[in-house]
């Protein structure tokens, strides 16, 4: 290129480029340099992939190569350095038609329109900008390097806090003491670029005061025309207040005011999601406060109120953390322990009531009628297990004194002393006997209560029974026995009708069948019988053998001991008579 050749284009006032075939520069002049802040030694022998970022060079590589290919110029525009440049590209064919080279000019044509177009631009800029920085939260941009190259100004006042003025440039890396949470943003960057999917999540981060915030940040890909990534925008929302309101909303939801304990609703919500296969067996402990509405009537609805704290509190200490409190009614309580077998369950109970007795009220005592029962698979409903537990509290209120329950519990048992003193003794001393053989064998509290109730009603049927029959001092006729017999059946009624006493009534059926089959009502055998039968059963025997009755003399300890052994195996359980003898000897 000769140097009147190589005058002229410098002085022409455009940015002006000749490369040859294969793309290289061969030629810039100063002003086209500039553009890029660089020299024109930088160009010189390079292709655009040695001086531009690769998306750049394909849209460059793409002009070129059409106007190779047609032997025609190509106008296109261009946005550089933040302007908007419309630019030409033609070809240099000498006389023999042979394409020789190719110029680029940039910025030749429509100054005026360009003009206008840069002013628009900057406009829409400005006023992008200004509507960014007035949105709420933390926007932000980034290159595909992870560095900022843009951030509004909540952004930056976020960094600058920290002691950070200028963000640009930069990684999160650099940005952050904490490089375990940077590491995340990074990584969280390069999942984006390399999926082309957005990213949304929830964390917390720690301010320069040491505050923990809540923030909701959402990133996502910046795509060219041709579907390639350019860069990540990203937002990160405070949301600290509004976690802190749905902690309260979800408090005053759940949890019962007056006592601290969770409401009925969450127990519902609960008991549904313990009820899952990884969670059993669920162990259901129902409590119900004994005399509330005595207090509430007698005291007032506050003591009313500081009798079902002080019972919370005793709940609380006896759980330690095992299991979850609810108060579902007025006085009623459930306790839900996952993984817990009936010991566990036990266990708490009794720690219950301990905590019960240790308590010295000055106008009156805790007192908590209690029941519970397992959830052992998913076959069975988690309501019946509930009930279960209900079943075995309302059996609880029966030996409770004082309450209705209790009230209708005693009538029965006056209308059988009343018919028989003798019958209201003997019923007393089976109960004893009952409960002692019971905790031999190491039934559960709810078990020990069914026997105290059966013990004290087994006979209660005979209230059908004429006391003819019942005081009679000779033998029973044939026809008498069949309705003397009839006593057990009549009993059964009368505590069903009782209602939620199932085992009680079965027992009270079943305590003179024998455990060789030849017993009635039934003729049922061995562990067909239900056990508080076979127990009944035996004490029964034992205290009618060794006191008196106006048909028959008593015999003595010895001597009733004797005979009941040589009775075990066939009419009673002989596990049964050897505990009850370990228990009088």
């Not at 990540?232 to 309101?245: A, C, P, Q």
């Not at 899952?276 to 609805?301: A, C, E, Q, R, S």
């Not at 109730?453 to 209230?463: R, S, V």
Request: aromatic share 8%; proline share 2%.
């Amino acid at each position: 290129m000769n140097n009147g050749f190589k005058l002229l284009l410098e002085n022409i006032p455009f940015p002006i480029w000749i490369k040859d075939l294969d793309l290289k520069f061969v030629y810039v002049n100063n002003q086209y340099a500039q553009i890029y802040n660089k020299k024109k030694e930088d160009f010189l022998g390079f292709t655009n992939e040695n001086i531009f970022i690769d998306d750049i060079c394909r849209i460059y590589n793409n002009h070129c190569l059409e106007v190779i290919k047609h032997r025609e110029a190509k106008r296109y525009e261009a946005y550089i350095n933040e302007k908007f440049h419309q630019c030409c590209i033609f070809p240099i064919i000498d006389e023999n038609d042979k394409l020789l080279a190719l110029v680029g000019i940039v910025g030749i044509l429509g100054i005026d329109e360009i003009e206008e177009r840069n002013i628009e631009i900057e406009k829409q800029k400005n006023l992008t900008k200004q509507i960014i920085d007035i949105l709420p939260g933390v926007i932000f941009y980034k290159d595909k390097d992870s560095k900022y190259v843009y951030a509004n100004k909540e952004c930056q006042d976020f960094y600058k806090e920290k002691g950070i003025d200028n963000i640009f440039g930069k990684t999160d890396m650099e940005l952050h003491e904490n490089k375990e949470i940077a590491k995340v943003f990074l990584d969280d960057d390069r999942t984006i670029i390399e999926t082309k999917k957005p990213i949304h999540k929830e964390g917390i981060v720690e301010t320069n005061d040491g505050i923990m915030q809540y923030r909701d940040v959402v990133k996502m890909p910046l795509m060219d025309s041709t579907g390639e990534v350019m860069g990540i925008v990203g937002r990160s929302i405070d949301l600290t207040s509004i976690k802190e309101n749905e902690k309260k909303l979800e408090y005053l939801s759940y949890t019962d005011i007056l006592t601290g304990v969770k409401n009925r609703t969450c127990f519902e919500e609960r008991i549904l999601n313990l009820s899952k296969k990884d969670k059993l067996p669920l162990g259901i402990i129902m409590g119900d406060t004994n005399g509330l509405k005595i207090v509430n009537d007698t005291f007032g609805h506050d003591e009313g109120d500081r009798l079902l704290k002080l019972t919370t509190g005793v709940l609380e200490d006896a759980c330690q953390d095992i299991g979850e409190i609810f108060r579902i009614g007025g006085d009623e309580f459930v306790i839900l322990i996952p993984n817990a077998n009936s010991k566990v369950c036990q266990n708490v109970i009794k720690r219950i009531l301990k905590k019960c007795n240790e308590y010295e009220g000055d106008i009156f005592k805790i007192s908590i009628s209690l029941g519970a029962s397992i959830k052992e698979d998913n076959n069975k409903d988690v309501f019946e297990v509930l009930k279960e537990a209900e079943d075995k509290v309302y059996r609880q209120k029966l030996l409770q004194e004082g309450s209705i329950k209790s009230s209708i519990f005693s009538s029965l048992k006056m209308g059988l002393g009343i018919k028989n003193m003798e019958t209201e003794e003997h019923t007393k001393r089976v109960s004893i006997y009952a409960i002692q053989v019971g905790k031999k064998m190491d039934l559960e509290i709810s078990d020990l209560d069914e026997l105290i109730i059966a013990g004290e009603l087994h006979d209660i049927g005979k209230i059908g029974i004429s006391e003819e029959i019942l005081t009679k001092s000779g033998k029973l006729t044939d026809e008498e026995y069949e309705i003397m017999k009839t006593h057990t059946e009549k009993g059964y009624r009368i505590i069903k009708a009782l209602g939620e006493l199932d085992n009680v009534a079965k027992g009270v059926l079943h305590h003179h069948e024998r455990w060789d089959g030849n017993g009635y009502p039934m003729g049922l055998k061995k562990e067909e019988i239900p056990l508080t039968s076979r127990i009944i059963s035996v004490v029964d025997a034992y205290d009618v053998m060794t006191n008196e009755r106006v048909y028959k003399k008593p015999i003595s300890k010895e001597e009733a001991i004797k005979e009941l052994k040589r009775c075990a195996g066939s009419q009673f359980d002989p596990v049964v008579v050897e505990k009850f003898i370990q228990c009088i000897t």
